[in-house]
Structure formats: structure tokens, C-alpha cells
């Protein structure tokens, strides 16, 4: 039986939706599960879905001209994921989506997203809510690329998205601050060196 | 008398709105006269504001830690230019706006237009709209920020916005794509003269 409880309870914190509206938009998300590394290519723009994890973790990337992988967002749990640029030009995806652990998601069409939100009016607000987000992740972003070099850029990561650090790979990480895996190692042991400093300073 | 015709042709190439609709949205903008070089600066939550350019050109930027300027997005007629981070999430803005040409502009504040979103529904669908461009401009400067070089950018720059580079100081030109005027100085050079011997070629 598909687990609806966490998606529910994302909508219900974002939006005021009465229990028939809930039922109507939860039927168009379908259950499926993902193993690790598996990428979930869009095939053609009718097959171009959003994933919501229950479990799990997704990564949207794309590559540069010369092949090097740049790590966009990554959705833990209770999060979606979605090639918004796609969804909103109505264009063939620029990123893929890749599993990083074994994922227990949800998904629903991009195509099955916009009908809702004429049958279902309050399904807008929900996409207004989930523009904004995804709007200030980019902008914080932008500012972090233009303003930090390497080394504050992970510091500040640490800051505010300790998981991506703490539970994911040093290759996503790295992609995701867009350095190479040679130079977070770098920052990675100095930044030891500096917390071990401290803490035998504080004993 | 305010010239409110610039704005409704926007609004209308947007979205579906009614006359009595579009009366009550326009009954909110104001209009104002800006120089050269000023800086709208905004003074506390609620007198933030979002501008529309009838005529001239307004630039949002922030400074890094050194204080290095940095253009995040430029405005020209008949486009609005918003602090879109500091609109959705009710913080003081991290942005200022800076008139690079005199303009002649219309302004609603923040306050005005999360307002009009309750009394008038199809408002949400331009505000929806308008994320949806906002969003994708930023996508897409991210992707040019994390995957193209000085030199590349400028390329980008010259084919997808060549007003920028064309109407705008050199000052302005470096800091939208995050390099200093030396080497955009370096990078026109060698561009014009590429461009110069390719004319040659064919003539």
C-alpha cells in the first residue's frame, strides 16, 4: 500500500486544503522505489516527473562542456525534486535526477502536476509556495558561487545543510560546491584541524 | 498624469484580466522619476518595493565581504525589477537597486502587493508568472556561473542579452558576469578583433 503520511503532512504545512481536494491531488502520485546510483532519465517531455522522497535521496545535476558534474539540489526526506526549468518552459530537461541512496518516493507527472492545478484551484498556492523555495535556494546560492571561494563556500554549507556533508559522498559534496574532490579534502582537514584545535583548547 | 500603458500591456500579455480587475491593480502603482546613479534604498520592511521601468534601466546588486559589487540582475523597459528574496520571505533586503539611466519608473510596495494577491485571484497568477521567470533567469545565470569561464560568459552575455553589453558601462558590464574591468577590457579586445578579421574574411 503507498505511504501518503509524510507527503500529506508536507501539503498540509504548506497549503489550507479541504480532505476531498488532499484526495484528489494524492491520486495522481504514484509509489516507486530506487536504488542507489540508478539515474532517472526524462525520457521525452510526457514522461518528465517530480519526486517527492519519503525515504531516502535524490540529486538533480547537469555537466559542463567538458563533462565535469555539477551537483544542483539535493532532496532528503521529505523533500521534492523537480527539473523546474523544465517544468516551467515546457522544454527537454537540462538535469537528471540521480538516486544517491537507496529511495523510497513518490512521483507524480509534470503533465498530471499542471492539470491539478486547473482542477484543484488551492494546487496553485502549493506551486506558488514551492517557486518561492526553490527561488531563494537559487538566489542563496548565486550569491554563495559569486561571493565565497572554496573554503567558505563549505564552510557555510556545514552551516546551513550539515547533512549534505555528513551523510553524502565527498563526489557529491565536491559537485555540489562545485570544486574538485582533491580540493575538499583540503578544506575537509583543515577544518578538522581547526574544530580539534578548539576542542582541546576548551578542555 | 501617470502612463499606466506600458504596464497594462504587460500585464495583459501575462495574464487574463478583466477591466475592473486591471483598474484596481493599477490603482496601487505609483509613479516616480529617478536620476542617474541613485539608489532606491530600501528604508525598513514596508517600504520595500518593486519597480516597473517605463523608460531607462535600474540594476539589483550586493556587495561580497570585501565589498565587491555584484550586478544580479538588470532591468530595462518594461521589465520589473524586484528584491524577490526579501518579497517572499519578509526579511530586510540583501539587495540594492541602483538607477544606471534616468528613468521615469512605476512602484508598488511589497505591502501593496501581497495585498492585491488577497483581493483580486488573478494577481496570484502574475505573481506566479513572474517567479517563474525570475526562477529560470537564475537558474540559468547559476548554471553559466558553475559551468563557463570569464570568456565564455561574455560570449553568452553578447548573444543572449547584447543590450547589457551594448547600453550599459563597462563597470556594470563586469559585475554582471562577476569579473573585473581588466579583464572584460582583455575580453572585449580580443572579441572585437575576432569579430574584425572574421568581417575581413567575408568581404
Known amino acids: 500500500m503507498t505511504n501518503y503520511t509524510e507527503l500529506t503532512n508536507f501539503i498540509r504545512r504548506n497549503i489550507d486544503i479541504n480532505d476531498e481536494d488532499l484526495k484528489t491531488v494524492l ?17 521525452g517531455k510526457n514522461s518528465q516527473v517530480s519526486y517527492f522522497v519519503i525515504k531516502g535521496c535524490l540529486r538533480l545535476f547537469y555537466l559542463d562542456e567538458e563533462g565535469k558534474d555539477i551537483t544542483r539540489y539535493i532532496a532528503f526526506e521529505n523533500q521534492f525534486a523537480t527539473e523546474l526549468v ?14 544517491i541512496e537507496n529511495s523510497e ?29 526553490a527561488y531563494v535556494n537559487n538566489a542563496k546560492r548565486l550569491i554563495s558561487f559569486t561571493t565565497l571561494n572554496a ?27 562545485n ?20 576542542e582541546t583548547k576548551n578542555t
Chains 1, 2 share one sequence.
Open 27 to 43: 491520486s495522481y502520485f504514484q509509489s516507486v522505489q530506487k536504488h542507489k546510483n540508478e539515474i532517472l532519465l526524462p525520457k
Open 86 to 99: 523544465s517544468f516551467i518552459t515546457n522544454q527537454p530537461a537540462q538535469e537528471a535526477i540521480q538516486v
Open 105 to 133: 518516493l513518490l512521483y507524480i507527472t509534470h503533465e498530471d502536476f499542471r492539470h491539478l492545478m486547473k482542477i484543484v484551484p488551492v494546487w496553485k498556492d502549493f506551486y506558488s509556495i514551492y517557486l518561492e523555495k
Open 151 to 177: 573554503s567558505e563556500r563549505y564552510k557555510q554549507l556545514f552551516k546551513i545543510n550539515p547533512d549534505i556533508v555528513k551523510r553524502l559522498p565527498n563526489k557529491v559534496v565536491a559537485s555540489y560546491i
Open 179 to 198: 570544486i574538485s574532490q582533491e580540493t575538499l579534502s583540503r578544506i575537509k582537514a583543515k577544518f578538522l584541524l581547526k574544530n580539534e584545535k578548539r
